[in-house]
C-alpha cells in the first residue's frame, strides 16, 4: 500500500496526470490506475523505471526508507 500511495504522491507534487505517466510506461491509462490504487503489482521493470523517472529510490518507493533521495551509483569496475 505504500508504494501506491507514493507514486501517487510524486505523480501529483510533479504536476503530472495518470495518463502521462501511463504512457512514459508504455501501460494503459486505466492498468497505472489500478498501480496506484493498489488493485495490481506494479512489475520491478515498472517500478524500477518509477524511480528512475522521479529521480528517487525503488527503496522509497516500496517503503524500506523514508528518504526519498536515490542512492548514489556505483561506478563500473
Do not use: W
Not at 504522491?9 to 510533479?14: D, G, Y
Not at 524500477?48 to 569496475?77: E, M, W
Amino acid at each position: 500500500m505504500i508504494f501506491s500511495v507514493r507514486i501517487r504522491n510524486l505523480r501529483t507534487a510533479s504536476g503530472y496526470s495518470q495518463q502521462q505517466i501511463a504512457k512514459f510506461l508504455q501501460v494503459a491509462p486505466n492498468t497505472y490506475s489500478r498501480y496506484e490504487c493498489g488493485k495490481i503489482l506494479c512489475p520491478l521493470d515498472m517500478v524500477i523505471r518509477l524511480a528512475q523517472y522521479f529521480h528517487t529510490s525503488v527503496d522509497y518507493l516500496a517503503g524500506l526508507t523514508d528518504t526519498p533521495a536515490p542512492h548514489p551509483r556505483r561506478k563500473s569496475p
